[in-house]
């Protein structure tokens, strides 16, 4: 990012949090802040400025959302995907700074589908529903 100024660092993960109850999973948070995460995203494209979105969006609805934003203000929706090996994985994990519930719970349950282990940031407390 320093090498970009003016580029948002368009988090979703870290929106949920100005939520009241967001911790919730029933409460459905992320169906809140998704349209909140493409008006902040197409704001800031208007002003001629970049947008990222660090996180793996896995289903086409939310992928064309974002080309559909971007394509109106005149930008393109570029993917990238960063891969590593397993112990570099868990490492990243490890050392990122959302150890929040919500972030924990979403990259817990990814974790255990591929049998790798739990970060111990993340509490028991994450795997609650």
Known sequence: MKRHPGTLNLDID???RLVGGWEDKSRRTH???RPVALAMASAHLAG????IVPQYLGRLDAIA??????????????????????AQSIRRFDDRQDDS???CTTVLWWLS????????RCTTSCWKS
């Open 14 to 16: 870290s929106l949920h």
């Open 31 to 33: 169906d809140i802040v």
């Open 48 to 51: 001629g400025h970049d947008v």
């Open 65 to 86: 959302a974002f080309d559909k934003v971007a394509r109106a203000q005149g930008a393109q929706v570029r993917e990238v995907v960063l891969l590593d090996d397993k």
């Open 101 to 103: 519930s919500w972030g």
């Open 113 to 120: 589908t591929k049998g790798l282990r739990c970060s111990p």
